[in-house]
């Protein structure tokens, strides 16, 4: 906008014509004294292009500064905008990820059950009552699997969406891996003993249950599924004042090198391996819970994840 067409400049206009009018009737006033008009009139008119001249170089300054306003409002919606836009693809790319873990973790217990179904109910089917048993076991374990997987994925949902608090409280260590290494073992598909040692200055750990749960089985889950009938698996915990250590070995001695290899994949999949529902779910929780986990290769072939939980504050009532 020119400055000339500036309102601002109107009102500065204004207020000049005022104070040459004040001024000229002041002069007027001393005339009538008998004091010299002329050289009045030129105090008069200097006062006065002083005045426009300041008013001018204020205008200017005051357009250059809106100017720049306006170019750095321009730039500051246009970043906004592309940060909108890449939050949207963010968004997008997490529903298609979110949707292929699901289907892709629901796939395999439904298609147990299916077979194991069909199994049962084949007409004339000669099957001694172990078989029979352990068809029931896995369409059991699988519906285990699936009730699993349902909760994790809408702990999951509602944590992306920001609208997960966890909820602190005091959990005694040994009854509830218990009640997590029982839940494991009922959902493997040859069951076995899982060992556990507990250890620390602490049996207990200020948490939220259900993400610590969620925690536990699927890393659990993962690697019982993974390594198959190689190995034994045993969970460590060690409760200290204000913090929680897990540790889940795998002993490498009975592994093979084609089931670790692939157990590593599983736990730190590279830019070619997709990641899995179980180990998605555990890192979002321990991110909720400001938890890190490590994974370790021994030097005997063993297989160590390590899990370092802070205590939550424990809400009071």
Not at 108 to 118: D, Y
Not at 251 to 266: F, I, Y
């Amino acid at each position: 906008m020119p400055v000339f067409r500036h309102p601002y400049w109107l009102n500065a206009g204004f207020i000049t014509l005022f104070l040459f009018l004040l001024l000229q009737a002041m002069s007027m006033d001393l005339g009538a004294n008998g004091s010299t008009t002329d050289q009045w009139e030129l105090m008069l008119i200097g006062v006065c292009l002083v005045i426009l001249g300041l008013l001018y170089a204020g205008m200017r300054s005051l357009l250059h500064t809106q100017a720049q306003l306006q170019t750095q409002n321009q730039a500051l919606t246009a970043e906004l905008q592309k940060h909108q836009s890449e939050a949207s693809q963010g968004l997008n790319d997490l529903k298609l990820s979110f949707f292929s873990m699901a289907s892709h973790g629901f796939r395999t217990p439904l298609s147990n059950i299916l077979v194991c179904a069909q199994l049962l109910e084949r007409p004339g089917a000669n099957e001694s009552p172990e078989k029979r048993q352990r068809n029931l076991r896995r369409i059991q374990a699988s519906a285990k699997t699936i009730t699993q997987l349902l909760a994790d994925l809408l702990l999951l949902t509602r944590a992306e969406a920001g609208q997960l608090e966890l909820t602190p409280r005091k959990i005694e260590l040994l009854s509830f891996c218990d009640a997590v290494l029982a839940e494991v073992e009922q959902a493997m598909r040859e069951p076995r003993p899982l060992s556990f040692v507990a250890a620390g200055e602490r049996d207990f750990v200020v948490s939220d249950e259900v993400v610590l749960r969620s925690i536990l089985i699927n890393l659990l889950n993962l690697v019982t599924k993974y390594m198959g009938a190689e190995g034994d698996v045993m969970l460590r915990v060690q409760g200290e004042e204000g913090q929680l250590g897990v540790q889940i070995c795998v002993e490498g001695a009975a592994l093979s090198e084609v089931v670790r290899a692939k157990l590593l994949r599983t736990l730190v999949p590279d830019a070619q391996t997709k990641m899995k529902t179980g180990l998605a779910i555990a890192q979002k929780c321990l991110e909720l819970h400001q938890g890190t986990m490590t994974v370790q290769s021994e030097p005997n072939g063993a297989i160590a994840i390590g899990v370092e939980l802070p205590w939550l504050v424990e809400e009071k009532e």
